[in-house]
């Protein structure tokens, strides 16, 4: 197979790495950055961002690597003519469907709670899979891509001050690279969003939760460092979050998730209860009005049609 990038690299291991993890994203329906890839590569032979860059467009031309698994977060495309209805009947059919209507509907979890979470993590890369956890439990998530802007945190402070003043306590949650940059991150986000947020700061938390040397040592991540940009050699006690498989970081965000419900005394599974309680009596009621929406969609059919 054709080689890219740093003389005497071998690719075999990386290669078999590659097949093998967009394999099993296709398998599970997942999708992620080639970004996210190469931080997995690095973990078995330290090379260039570039390198492997060129290495994954050949395996992609080559048809070795699906491209459906691959996505590209940075350029986005707008087109509500693809979110637009063939007619009225279509749009009714769609709307007043009672599995559709069902599953639309959520239930807020955090509105009236005596504690709000958030949290953020610092690669966008593993945005796909931090996402299922955070939607299972309603919590906002953001993937800030290192330090996120002052204008972000302005916004954000602004929506805590409003949350602290009607007596919630705000628990934001920090996950970054084990490295220098990762480490100072909570702390400035803290620094920061106190500075900026207008009320009394008591129940106002920030922590960082990951990574940590303890997590690398329990998921068994030793020999996963980040390597310098300079010698591509593995930086000692330096590890990206992309050293955890998808199932351990989700299952380790879970732990951590809650760790903390129990601390603050969430009873997070009568919410879930309840919002499927609702979700049941939503259909039901649905279930019970559908022949009479199926005339409204009769009669609008046919309403002026000649």
Same mark, same amino acid.
Not at 3 to 18: E, P, S, W
Not at 180 to 208: Q, W
């Given at each position: 197979?054709? &080689? @890219?990038?740093?003389?005497?690299?071998?690719?075999?291991?990386?290669?078999?790495?590659? $097949?093998?993890?967009?394999?099993?994203?296709?398998?599970?329906?997942?999708?992620?950055?080639?970004?996210?890839?190469?931080?997995?590569?690095?973990?078995?032979?330290?090379?260039?961002?570039?390198?492997?860059?060129?290495?994954?467009?050949?395996? &992609?031309?080559?048809? $070795? $690597?699906?491209?459906?698994?691959?996505?590209?977060?940075?350029?986005?495309?707008?087109?509500?003519?693809?979110?637009?209805?063939?007619?009225?009947?279509?749009?009714?059919?769609?709307? @007043?469907?009672?599995?559709?209507?069902?599953?639309?509907?959520?239930?807020?979890?955090?509105?009236?709670?005596?504690?709000?979470?958030?949290?953020?993590?610092?690669?966008?890369?593993?945005?796909?899979?931090?996402?299922?956890?955070?939607?299972?439990? &309603?919590?906002? =998530?953001?993937?800030?891509?290192?330090?996120?802007?002052?204008?972000?945190?302005?916004?954000?402070?602004?929506?805590?001050?409003?949350?602290?003043? &009607?007596?919630?306590?705000?628990?934001?949650?920090?996950?970054?690279?084990?490295?220098?940059?990762?480490?100072?991150?909570?702390?400035?986000?803290?620094?920061?969003?106190?500075?900026?947020?207008?009320?009394?700061?008591?129940? =106002?938390?920030?922590?960082?939760?990951?990574?940590? /040397?303890?997590?690398?040592?329990?998921?068994?991540?030793?020999? @996963?460092?980040?390597?310098?940009?300079?010698?591509?050699?593995? /930086?000692?006690?330096?590890?990206?979050?992309?050293?955890?498989?998808?199932?351990?970081?989700?299952?380790?965000?879970?732990?951590?998730?809650?760790?903390?419900?129990?601390?603050?005394?969430?009873? $997070?599974?009568?919410?879930?209860?309840?919002?499927?309680?609702?979700?049941?009596?939503?259909?039901?009621?649905?279930?019970?009005?559908?022949?009479?929406?199926?005339?409204?969609?009769?009669?609008?059919?046919?309403?002026?049609?000649?």
């Amino acid at each position: 197979m054709t &080689r @890219f990038g740093v003389k005497n690299i071998d690719y075999t291991a990386i290669d078999q790495m590659l $097949i093998a993890y967009t394999n099993s994203l296709l398998a599970s329906n997942d999708n992620t950055l080639i970004r996210h890839l190469y931080y997995k590569a690095i973990g078995i032979n330290p090379v260039s961002y570039q390198c492997i860059d060129k290495h994954i467009t050949k395996l &992609r031309e080559n048809g $070795i $690597i699906d491209d459906s698994v691959l996505v590209d977060t940075s350029r986005k495309r707008h087109d509500l003519e693809a979110q637009s209805f063939t007619n009225v009947d279509s749009f009714l059919k769609t709307w @007043f469907n009672p599995d559709t209507v069902a599953d639309y509907y959520s239930q807020k979890y955090w509105l009236e709670s005596s504690v709000y979470f958030e949290l953020w993590v610092e690669k966008e890369a593993i945005t796909s899979f931090v996402i299922k956890v955070c939607n299972r439990y &309603r919590i906002p =998530f953001f993937a800030s891509r290192g330090f996120c802007s002052i204008t972000w945190l302005k916004k954000n402070a602004q929506a805590f001050s409003e949350r602290l003043n &009607r007596g919630q306590t705000v628990q934001l949650l920090v996950f970054t690279d084990l490295d220098k940059h990762g480490l100072m991150i909570a702390d400035k986000y803290k620094e920061k969003l106190e500075g900026y947020i207008d009320a009394d700061l008591t129940n =106002f938390h920030v922590d960082r939760v990951g990574l940590d /040397l303890a997590q690398v040592q329990k998921y068994g991540k030793t020999a @996963f460092m980040k390597p310098d940009k300079k010698t591509s050699k593995p /930086l000692q006690g330096q590890y990206e979050i992309d050293c955890l498989e998808d199932s351990e970081l989700q299952a380790e965000l879970e732990f951590i998730l809650q760790s903390y419900f129990n601390k603050y005394g969430v009873a $997070i599974n009568t919410v879930i209860e309840s919002e499927k309680n609702e979700k049941q009596r939503l259909y039901s009621g649905l279930q019970f009005y559908k022949s009479k929406l199926e005339k409204v969609v009769e009669l609008l059919k046919n309403y002026g049609g000649d």
